[in-house]
């Protein structure tokens, strides 16, 4: 798995991949795939591929971070 370097949110591309959001929080692929199953978590379907609104991800992170559902 390659992670991504980052230094701040800002630098992220408006819409990550799967593969680009396991590296970002440094998880394995498959665990970057089952967590964009669960319910509550920020996606966008187009086709088949499945994406991550930046801005939709920084705001889960910041709910999650804090205790909330």
Do not use: H, N, Q
Request: glycine share 10%; hydrophobic share 40%.
């Amino acid at each position: 798995m390659k992670k991504t370097e980052c230094r701040d949110f800002a630098e992220l591309p408006l819409l990550l991949s799967v593969p680009e959001l396991a590296g970002v929080l440094g998880i394995s692929r498959s665990g970057a795939y089952e967590l964009v199953k669960e319910k509550g978590f920020p996606t966008l379907k187009v086709g088949s591929r499945i994406l991550i609104p930046r801005d939709k991800l920084v705001a889960w992170i910041d709910r999650k971070s804090k205790g909330g559902k």
